[in-house]
């Protein structure tokens, strides 16, 4: 099993820089980071985590396809992804052109963590209506798969989601990056990972022994190849027992969570993970 690692990084936190060089050298499988543009001060959206108030750092985080052009710079292998980019948070036909550049430039590395958001202020601080949004990042998946395709592709979907045939380059490596989707599991989440994506990125790993079979169901009955699904739990704070589970569910990857501090935290806890490599 491969074992990659998450991070909000911020101002104050360990640099990219650093931390791709350490995780390359001691042999981890990747890095991925997550998304948000601004936390509104005035808030009435909670905070996933129940009982906790919303960390410092969500208000602080790098732009990750900054920080990954950095860690792509330094590294030769890591791969780089993102957990996750709120797509309807872009202009799609800007953020297919970052992603293409990004991959192209990693030699294929990149790996596109697609999810729909739970902050609605901060959504509605981009034009996005809550109700659409999953919708929007359907359509806009298709866009930007239009632009990435090998031969100029128009694409006209509804909630004014369009483009004309167009050279758009370069490409991703394959066509499109891996893709996987965030969240709850569900059957319109299922339908969205079926339809545009490679697999799975469920938060925490919570109650996959029931979830990941209700998914290759849906997998296969679209007609999709049952060995091509990926699952990539996520955020995980790892024991033994709990990475032994996921290897028998078929989960190739898992991504462990590393606290959003300073260079000292960081490396001690890359080395209390060492034994899982």
Known sequence: MRISTTIFLTDETISPVRLARELERRGFAGLYLPEH????IERT???PAAGTELPPEYGRTLDPF??????????????LGTGITLVTQHDPIALAKQIATLDHLSGGRFTLGVGFGWNKEEAADHGVEWSTRRELTRERMALMRALWAAE?????GGHGVSVRASFA?????GGAPRTLVGGAAGPTLFAHITEYADGWMPIGGRGLSESVPALREVWEKAGRDPRTLRIVPYAVLPNPGKLA??????????????????EAEVLGVLDAYAPYL
């Open 152 to 156: 100029p592709t128009a694409y006209e």
């Open 245 to 262: 589970h996921y290897a028998e569910l078929g989960c190739e990857e898992v991504v462990l969570q590393l606290p959003p501090a300073g």
């Open 37 to 40: 543009t601004h936390i509104p």
């Open 45 to 47: 959206t909670p905070y």
């Open 169 to 173: 380059w370069p490409k991703p490596l």
């Open 66 to 79: 900054v920080a990954l052009g950095q860690a792509a710079a330094v590294t030769d292998r890591l791969g």
